[in-house]
């Protein structure tokens, strides 16, 4: 019960990777506000749990999550944990990518980190205690082909998080960027079902595809990330900041 007391923000956590953070979190203590866009995932997750709370909230609306995270701090306490989860993974051959696809991707995955910690920030007394985390990617830290969009909005996102490490230096908060390879959720069974379309792959064939580009051939299993989320949440990670922790079973870069 470590997060006892603690208020811990997961956008995304109605499904796979940010829905198992949050389950972890809360049966570490945290009362946990999970938001997304979809309200029936949200409530499915929260019926799991008295501690899970959640809020619908799209991160690409500014308003939205300005109001929404305030509100959530007034009900439940400053924001001390915050997962910076929520994010799309649209591929397309750069010569056909189009600036509205463009925007999409930077709209969910970058600014709505940006917004997202900036707002959870906000609702921390100065001296408070915080882990600030966003899911970034392999693709934060190399560039993945026909995905370029997603590539550059994730190298963002670890960009944001060790200028911030920077910006808060010495203080009791830190910032990490979790960076994951393929991992069993919606997103990998969303993009295999494209793949398979385009290629004329099974659905199965297509999974395989995305599993072998792992170090280790096989997709992860989302209590890998929440074991390291919930690691970066600890005493034992306090100075542990500006950090890109690798989840692929091998080293990517
Ligand atoms: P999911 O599709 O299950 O999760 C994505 C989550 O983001 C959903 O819960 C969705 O909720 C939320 N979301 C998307 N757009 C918005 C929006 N505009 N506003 C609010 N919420 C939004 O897949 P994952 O769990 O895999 O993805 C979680 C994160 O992990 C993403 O950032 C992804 O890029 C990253 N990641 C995933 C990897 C993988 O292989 N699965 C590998 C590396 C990183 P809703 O639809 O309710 O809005």
């Known amino acids: 019960m470590e997060h006892q007391g603690r208020?811990?923000?997961?956008?995304?956590?109605?499904?796979?990777?940010?829905?198992?953070?949050?389950?972890a979190l809360a049966k570490a203590g945290a009362e946990v506000?999970?938001?997304?866009?979809?309200?029936?995932?949200?409530?499915?997750?929260?019926?799991?749990?008295?501690?899970?709370?959640?809020?619908?909230?799209?991160?690409t609306d500014e308003a939205a999550v300005r109001r929404g995270i305030a509100a959530a701090a007034a009900a439940r306490g400053p924001i001390a944990i915050c997962i910076a989860n929520a994010g799309i993974a649209e591929g397309k051959p750069?010569?056909?990518?189009?600036?509205a696809d463009w925007r999409r991707t930077m709209e969910t995955n970058l600014d709505g980190v940006f917004l997202t910690l900036q707002a959870a920030l906000a609702t921390l007394p100065k001296d408070g205690w915080g882990r600030m985390i966003a899911v970034s990617s392999i693709a934060g830290v190399r560039g993945l082909q026909g995905a370029v969009q997603y590539s550059a909005s994730k190298h963002?996102?670890?960009?944001?998080?060790?200028?911030?490490?920077?910006?808060?230096?010495?203080?009791?908060?830190?910032?990490?960027?979790?960076?994951?390879?393929?991992?069993?959720?919606?997103?990998?069974?969303?993009?295999?079902?494209?793949?398979?379309?385009?290629t004329g792959r099974t659905p199965e064939e297509a999974t395989q595809l995305l599993a072998k580009a792992n170090r280790h051939r096989r997709l992860l299993e989302v209590d890998e990330i929440a074991?390291?989320?919930?690691?970066?949440?600890?005493?034992?990670?306090?100075?542990?900041?500006?950090?890109?922790i690798q989840i692929a079973g091998g080293q990517v870069s």
């Open 227 to 244: 074991g390291a989320a919930l690691w970066l949440c600890s005493e034992a990670a306090r100075s542990v900041n500006g950090q890109t």
């Open 33 to 59: 506000t999970i938001t997304g866009r979809n309200g029936a995932a949200l409530a499915a997750v929260a019926a799991e749990g008295p501690r899970l709370h959640p809020l619908e909230m799209d991160v």
């Open 7 to 23: 208020h811990a923000l997961v956008t995304g956590g109605g499904t796979g990777i940010g829905r198992a953070i949050a389950l």
């Open 156 to 198: 963002g996102v670890i960009g944001l998080i060790r200028a911030l490490s920077e910006e808060y230096m010495g203080g009791p908060v830190t910032f990490n960027a979790l960076c994951p390879g393929y991992v069993d959720t919606p997103i990998v069974t969303r993009n295999a079902a494209a793949i398979a379309a385009h």
């Open 94 to 99: 750069f010569a056909k990518l189009t600036l």
